[in-house]
């Protein structure tokens, strides 16, 4: 077996020489943290979006099957903006794509954020993620408490926080890239301006699509805060003074680091909890979604 991961640079000329290096350091210490480096490539790119949306539609687990590679955005609810993806394509076979705008920001920023993509990696190649851990498992929706749109974004939520929990505990955090009251209560903010637009058009599906991606925004948030929180990263003092930060953090504080395999039965029973909590923070935000008695899915603004 290869212990060599695939790369592939995608860029419209070549990248400078003292970046190489950087990416060849950066690539050895991904290696290191991945189980089997033979069914992972790195897609560097200067296209990310694109290339990032085309990898995402051959995901083998997808929360929203309709969506096409041209509808992928890099940019957050809140202004944020990604700039590496994990996608687990059939077979076993994962991509991470990684922009290489990462690199000119300096080597801890990037080691930060492609070493916690190796974390996701680590996460699939053990068996043990949380997203999409429901098809894992016998498991029933307990459709009066969620739909399934609070779920996926609950298991999405606890594979950040064991990834950012690694990262930290690893020692290769750039304070940089971690996350502060600020940046839940900038989320927050993106719950009140889709109010207000609903309020004005009367929207209804825009007010879905817009309330949906700030509460995907904020259970990611919720998830790097727990972690910054149980490792002395991040003050819990001065998260707490934010508008539901450690709304989430009794659930997956006891959950490890990505070296201890967690047994499919506690990560669902977690992920249940945290979808419960997304509702309410979706509730507390001014809208619900919820399965009405004949089955169907219901988007209210409250």
Not at 1 to 30: C, G, H, K
Not at 89 to 99: C, E, K, M, S, T
Not at 277 to 297: H, K, N, S, V
Request: aromatic fraction near 8%.
């Amino acid at each position: 077996m290869s212990s060599e991961i695939n790369v592939t640079y995608r860029v419209a000329r070549d990248l400078p020489a003292a970046q190489q290096a950087t990416w060849r350091t950066l690539l050895a210490e991904f290696t290191a943290e991945v189980p089997d480096p033979e069914k992972v490539e790195v897609v560097i790119t200067d296209e990310y979006e694109k290339v990032a949306g085309e990898y995402l539609v051959q995901e083998a687990d997808r929360a929203n099957d309709s969506m096409t590679a041209e509808q992928y955005r890099a940019d957050r609810a809140d202004g944020a903006r990604a700039a590496a993806k994990t996608c687990v394509l059939p077979g076993g076979r994962i991509v991470v794509v990684a922009g290489n705008g990462l690199v000119p920001y300096g080597i801890r920023s990037a080691r930060h954020m492609l070493l916690h993509e190796a974390q996701h990696v680590r996460l699939h190649q053990q068996g043990d993620p949380a997203w999409a851990v429901h098809r894992r498992v016998p498991f029933t929706l307990p459709d009066r408490e969620i739909t399934w749109e609070y779920l996926w974004l609950a298991e999405s939520a606890i594979d950040e926080y064991r990834c950012e929990r690694t990262v930290h505990e690893r020692g290769w955090t750039d304070p940089a890239n971690t996350v502060d009251p600020g940046d839940v209560a900038g989320v927050v903010a993106t719950f009140r301006a889709a109010r207000t637009a609903w309020d004005v058009t009367g929207d209804l599906m825009g007010a879905y699509h817009a309330a949906f991606a700030s509460l995907d925004r904020m259970a990611k948030v919720l998830g790097y805060g727990a972690a910054g929180i149980v490792t002395g990263v991040i003050s819990a003092a001065a998260w707490a003074k934010a508008p539901v930060a450690g709304r989430i953090l009794d659930i997956v504080e006891d959950l490890p680091g990505t070296g201890v395999v967690v047994r499919s039965e506690d990560l669902i029973a977690a992920a249940v909890e945290v979808a419960k909590r997304l509702r309410r923070i979706l509730q507390e935000m001014g809208f619900d979604c919820f399965y009405t008695a004949d089955g169907g899915t219901y988007f209210k603004p409250l």
